[in-house]
């Protein structure tokens, strides 16, 4: 197998004089869009195994989301035209002369996990309009599939690393923390558009937060105001639990307290009032956008979990590289590179750094190569939800 392992030859995260890490929290756009079609990929996934007992050919990574238009004041607002949701990509339709209702599983899948992840939402808020294409095989064909090693379908690489960096697991963790059911119970008013941007100048670091407001549970400015110092206050507090550094918080730069002009939406998304969204322009599948580290730009979410590279040398590379990290305590970076048409157990090349020098080559080759030859054990996982991909 093509698996080269050397030692890291640039500076370590930590060491680097500037740090940026972003992560689009759930209600984001860019997020939902993602969840939206990876979600319409898992419907598809369960509706061909319980058809046939096999996952069919099928990629619905080319979601949109087109903002919709809203009107949002203390304590209400109005919808003018809803949130327009258009799914792409292509599916397999019909086996030989039977039909499929791809349009209908997805259609369900993609309003079931909108309604999910913005439960203010209402059913006329959004609009759902399937355009995936039609893709069709034998039943031969079918059969041939089921056994058989599955080949990469693209030339393409997966890029990943271990372990987070302070600031990574801080952005990352924020977020959580902020869209979490508790914290919810606990302020309701914060809608699920969340986006956390993380600065580490030297030793010194800075997050600046956006949070959407529901409007219908904030009756006026004051309330606004009070709600906000109080989550920036629970942020700080968690901060100081979990960081060693010095850390500014702050919420909502852009709102104006002279004009009363502050962050409302009727839905907890921007999406309501003009802010569009796509698949792959977000989180990676680590659930970060770090411009610091070696990464892919491949979208994951929404491509089908049987040969489609794209989706499994990525959630691949992160699995090795925590995996090789958890046996030797160093910074890792995985790269895998697939050719079309090859095994996806055997990419062209799989490439490993590590940041000491202390570690046994032939153990770090053994975990990539044990991975590799498990990796359709990754189908079930993504299948079932257990793998996150954005």
Known sequence: MNIIVESLTRQPIEQQ?????????????????DGMAEAVSRALCKEYLKRYGVILHHNTDKLEIVGGEATA??????ILRPIYV??????TMRIGSEEIPVHEVAVKAARDYMRNALPHLEQDDAEFDSRIGMGSIDLREMFDRKNAIPGANDTSFGVSFAPLSETERLVLSIEQLLNSGGYKKRHPELGQDIKVMGLRKN??????VAGAFLSRLTPDFGHYVSVKEEIVSDIKDYVAKNATRETDV???????????????????TSA??????????????????????EMSLEAAAGKNPVS???????????????RIHRETQSEVYVKLLSQIGRPITDPLMASVEIESERYDK???EAVVQEELENITGLQKLIVEDGVRVF
């Open 308 to 322: 489609h590279v794209g989706k499994l040398y990525n959630v691949l590379a992160q699995r090795i590289a925590d």
């Open 17 to 33: 004089k500037v740090e940026m890490v972003e992560r689009k929290g759930i209600g984001h756009p860019d997020s939902l869009s």
């Open 250 to 268: 702050y919420l909502n730069t852009a709102d104006n307290y002279e004009k009363k002009v502050v962050y409302l939406t009727l839905t907890g």
């Open 73 to 78: 004041t203390f304590g209400g607002g109005e």
């Open 272 to 293: 309501e009032a003009g802010d569009d969204g796509c698949v792959g322009r977000g989180n990676r599948v680590n659930g970060l956008i770090t411009p610091n580290r």
């Open 362 to 364: 032939s153990s770090v």
């Open 203 to 208: 030793h010194a670091i800075i997050l600046t």
């Open 86 to 91: 258009m799914l792409s990509g292509r599916a």
